[in-house]
């Protein structure tokens, strides 16, 4: 399903982890205590709405192997079911969905995991948000992204390297080009098999995670998205 696009945002986390890009280890002192056991009450909730074991989290590759699961199963209505926990989600975090309780150091203080998984966990619920606002979108192109995943995952991989390499070659300080140009590649591989109308949301939603990863130190210098 279209959901398998979670690797890519794994991938993006965890290379944002690994290019350490200065973000504090510390928690933010805008989640206060109260906020932060707030924010882990909805979290466990949706967590638990999986067959999660909020007590014992898995690592990010586990979470979205459930989800991928879920789409396999029930194909479109797969995205509905995903979606709908999302929502409440969202609907039970209210503000504090986009605040500092919900950044990776909160999520490692929330459930003692690592720094890559937290990442990753941290970055999945923008991108996930974002590709639950285009529900029908992804529907419709849902056996394409499919196809993409599964067949041309050299094509996908290649891009994931080459910003790989990229950063580690960075001596200005500039880490966004190299995500520009990860942007860029890989939204060329979707287009490719599955027609130009995929590129803005290829593009949405590998910016939508770099762009949190980021604390948008990126966002002017991204590749705008159509």
Not at 145 to 151: C, G, I, L, R
Not at 175 to 186: A, L, M, S
Not at 187 to 203: F, R, S
Request: proline residues 4%; aromatic residues 12%.
């Amino acid at each position: 399903s279209m959901l398998r696009a979670a690797t890519l945002l794994a991938a993006i986390a965890a290379l944002a982890a690994a290019a350490g890009n200065g973000t504090s280890s510390k928690l933010d002192s805008n989640c206060s205590p109260a906020y932060l056991a707030q924010t882990k009450s909805c979290l466990d909730s949706y967590f638990s709405g999986y067959g999660l074991n909020p007590a014992k989290m898995p690592p990010y590759n586990d979470y979205v192997n459930v989800i991928i699961d879920l789409t396999t199963h029930f194909g479109a209505n797969g995205v509905d079911i995903f979606c709908s926990l999302e929502v409440n989600v969202e609907n039970c975090l209210g503000y504090l969905f986009n605040s500092p309780c919900m950044t990776a150091s909160a999520f490692q203080e929330m459930y003692g995991m690592s720094k890559t998984d937290a990442y990753e966990y941290a970055t999945d619920f923008p991108v996930r948000a974002y590709m639950c606002n285009n529900k029908q979108f992804a529907k419709d192109n849902n056996a394409c992204f499919d196809d993409v995943v599964t067949k041309h995952m050299d094509e996908r991989r290649s891009c994931t390297t080459a910003v790989e390499e990229a950063l580690k070659k960075v001596t200005d300080g500039d880490y966004c080009k190299p995500w520009g140009d990860f942007v860029t590649c890989n939204d060329d591989v979707y287009v490719k098999y599955c027609g130009q109308q995929v590129k803005g949301y290829i593009c949405n939603v590998l910016e939508v995670g770099i762009n949190f990863d980021s604390m948008n130190a990126c966002k002017s210098s991204l590749p705008k998205c159509g």
